[in-house]
């Protein structure tokens, strides 16, 4: 997952996902009530319903922690179940409203050394529109790679914050580069 799409996950998140593996496994085994909670988790993870019972037992001595694969599986599968009213609020908004970044990224215009206008790193923050947000989350949504997000945000920034949305600079050509961090911000 790359910077911008964990970003937008972040964005759409009011509280973080809970940090242990035994904690998430706990959240799995709630949101799948039931008369067999564990068979469920077993299934959605790829793994018996008896290793599921042993990562979650009491007695220390039958207790087995999970192997590095496992950690990661139980990891995506809390994700993609948490908080799931609260991000479709929240992508909605962003798609009504819009949002802002925050990001540090290599920008400049082409020009000889040592030039104001030789590319250096900026942190920027900046408020994009909720065609942009709209643009970005259909992007991930089609299994857009980090390249195509970064042209999209790039594509937007440049408009914003270089252009003022065609008061100023125009023809100029933005592209990011050595970009370090993207976060977002709904609402």
């Known amino acids: 997952m790359g910077q911008i799409e964990q970003g937008l996950e972040r964005a759409l998140r009011t509280r973080p996902i809970p940090s242990s593996t035994e904690a998430r496994l706990r959240f799995l085994l709630a949101r799948n009530r039931g008369s067999t909670p564990t068979r469920k988790v077993a ?4 793994v018996s319903q008896r290793t599921v019972q042993r990562w979650v037992s009491k007695r220390a001595e039958a207790r087995r922690p999970p192997g590095p ?8 599968a809390v994700l993609a179940r948490w908080q799931p009213r609260i991000r479709a609020r929240r992508r909605a908004q962003a798609g009504a409203e819009g949002f802002v970044v925050h990001t540090r990224a290599r920008f400049g215009f082409a020009a000889p050394a040592g030039s104001s206008d030789d590319p250096r790193v ?3 923050t900046q408020d994009l529109p909720e065609e ?3 643009e970005l989350f259909a992007a991930r949504d089609a299994g857009a790679g980090e390249q195509q997000q970064t042209v999209i945000l790039a594509r937007a920034l440049g408009h914003a914050y270089f252009r003022e949305w065609g008061r100023r600079a125009h023809g100029l050509h ?3 580069s050595d970009v370090e961090f ?3 911000s709904v609402g």
């Open 43 to 46: 299934t959605m993870l790829g």
């Open 69 to 76: 694969l496992q950690v990661r599986a139980i990891e995506v």
């Open 122 to 124: 900026r942190w920027i």
């Open 132 to 134: 942009v947000a709209r």
């Open 174 to 176: 933005v592209a990011f």
């Open 182 to 184: 993207a976060d977002f």
